[in-house]
């Protein structure tokens, strides 16, 4: 059993559909706290239409989100490590979004999405790894983006 991880940053909607395809995805788990973007196909509901439309699911746990207090001090101080402590902290108090993830992933083949086309840099890392330690699950991130070692100098992430 394996847990996907996606982030739409850079896709246009065809290219992420392809490559949901090439990896024989089932389900989308948009983990975003608010599942909207400025990129066309991207919002909850624009998404969740041409996903079911291809025969896939869309699920929204927006436990799952990184919480605004956590996302605003981000945006303030571009601090990764007090962001992935803050983050880590909530998720600890989400072992019941944790267990029905990880009952998904039992049943269907799951990917998590989130804006941030950096898996190393976006807070579905750290969810994906909750699923791991909770059930055993694989990990592996679909990406066409390079792998960066630090957060790109000058921006601020939206990882959600």
């Not at 927006?62 to 996302?71: A, I, Q, S, T, W």
Request: glycine content about 6%; proline content about 4%.
């Amino acid at each position: 059993m394996t847990v996907f991880t996606i982030g739409y940053e850079g896709l246009d909607i065809d290219t992420f559909m392809s490559l949901l395809g090439e990896h024989g995805i089932e389900t989308i788990v948009d983990i975003r706290e608010l599942p909207l973007s400025r990129k066309p196909g991207f919002s909850k509901k624009a998404l969740a239409s041409t996903l079911n439309l291809s025969g896939l699911e869309y699920v929204h746990m927006v436990d799952l989100g990184c919480p605004k207090p956590v996302r605003d001090r981000y945006r303030e101080d571009g601090d990764w490590k007090r962001y992935t402590v803050g983050f880590l902290k909530y998720l600890k108090t989400q072992k019941a979004a944790i267990a029905d993830l990880s009952d998904l992933v039992n049943s269907s083949n799951c990917a998590l999405l989130c804006y941030e086309a950096d898996f190393n840099f976006c807070h579905r890392l750290m969810v994906a790894n909750a699923v791991r330690e909770h059930c055993g699950a694989d990990i592996e991130h679909i990406s066409v983006a390079k792998v960066r070692t630090a957060p790109p100098a000058g921006r601020q992430l939206v990882c959600a």
